[in-house]
């Protein structure tokens, strides 16, 4: 057996949380309502995330304004200028 044990892995190394991916959970509920609607979108487009983006930008803003999640320019999350546009001509 090795000296980590058979459960716990190397003890000695202290573990490195990711840069992202990690935040908060929604334990007060703050944006559930973004949440549910971001959901029911996906469910009646056929889970196509494309139609549901800006409810996407709308939740994450949310999480954002309530300190769940680091605040960060929307651009640097997939929602620059260039799918405002794609989603603007899509909706003609």
């Known amino acids: 057996m090795s000296a980590g044990g058979a ?3 190397n003890r ?7 840069e992202k991916g990690v935040f908060p959970l929604d334990h007060l509920h703050l ?5 549910k609607e ?10 196509k995330s494309d139609i549901c983006r800006h409810l996407s930008k709308m939740y994450l803003e949310c999480r954002m304004a309530k300190n769940l999640m680091a605040k960060q ?8 200028k260039e799918h405002a546009a794609e989603a603007s001509e899509g909706g003609k």
Not at 31 to 35: A, G, I, Q, S, T
Not at 38 to 47: D, N, T, V
């Open 12 to 18: 000695g190394v202290r573990p490195v949380p990711p």
């Open 7 to 9: 459960f716990g892995g």
């Open 38 to 47: 971001y959901i029911i979108c996906l469910k009646s487009s056929g889970h």
């Open 73 to 80: 320019d929307m651009s640097e999350l997939g929602f620059g």
């Open 31 to 35: 944006c559930d309502l973004e949440k």
